[in-house]
């Protein structure tokens, strides 16, 4: 899907429209047994609202990158949430999400914090934007929307009071 652009040449990104194509395509990966864990904060709500919206059983997981990031002394804990894995992670099927892909480093992290858990069967990944920009060779098995956006621009996914999901676009000083 290619998002809209405004009349002024802007890029329109609607979550909440992202948000059904990634329902749709979450849908084709899901399996029974599959479990979902969301990647704080943004892929956590994703995570949440998709285990509702699918219907599926159990709880949703939350995965921190905190403790597996390359860039760790620099940002250090934050306000970061922990990991939550409320099932077995030996042997699951685990679908990985997260709003914003871009270097893939924050799943590097992930996949570690992942593994500290367990050896899942098999691990995937599916995103609500893709923006390029790689470091590392990670792919999403689905994403609702590919973006290129210039590397000074930030891109997250914030939820509202009522739980509405929308973009925040910044310029950001670091490159």
Same mark, same amino acid.
């Given at each position: 899907?290619?998002?809209p652009v #405004?009349?002024t040449g802007?890029l329109?990104l ?8 990634? +329902?749709r395509?979450?849908r ?7 479990r +979902?864990a969301?990647?704080? #904060?943004?892929?956590m709500w994703l995570a949440? *609202?998709?285990?509702?919206d699918l219907g599926?059983e159990?709880?949703?997981? /939350?995965l921190s #990158? ?5 860039? &760790?002394? *620099?940002? =250090?804990?934050? !306000?970061s949430v922990?990991t939550?894995?409320? &099932?077995?992670?030996n042997?699951?099927?685990?679908? /990985? ?5 871009y270097?893939?480093r924050t ?6 914090e992942l593994f500290? &858990?367990g050896r899942?069967q098999? /691990? *995937?990944?599916? /995103?609500?934007v893709? *923006?390029? =920009?790689r ?7 689905f994403a609702?929307?590919?973006v ?6 930030s891109? #997250?996914? !914030?939820?509202?009071? =009522? ?12 490159v």
């Amino acid at each position: 899907m290619n998002p809209p652009v #405004s009349a002024t040449g802007h890029l329109a990104l609607d979550a909440e429209l992202l948000y059904g194509e990634l +329902l749709r395509g979450v849908r084709t990966l899901v399996q029974p047994g599959t479990r +979902l864990a969301g990647i704080a #904060s943004g892929g956590m709500w994703l995570a949440e *609202r998709l285990q509702r919206d699918l219907g599926l059983e159990g709880e949703h997981g /939350v995965l921190s #990158s905190a403790m597996h990031r390359d860039d &760790f002394a *620099r940002r =250090g804990l934050a !306000a970061s949430v922990q990991t939550q894995l409320p &099932f077995e992670v030996n042997g699951a099927d685990i679908l /990985v999400l997260d709003d914003v892909l871009y270097t893939g480093r924050t799943i590097r992290a992930v996949l570690n914090e992942l593994f500290d &858990f367990g050896r899942p069967q098999r /691990v *995937r990944l599916a /995103v609500l934007v893709d *923006r390029g =920009g790689r470091q590392l060779p990670i792919a999403p098995d689905f994403a609702a929307a590919r973006v290129v956006l210039a590397p000074t621009q930030s891109l #997250s996914l !914030a939820r509202a009071e =009522g739980g509405h999901l929308q973009f925040d676009i910044k310029e950001i000083q670091e490159v």
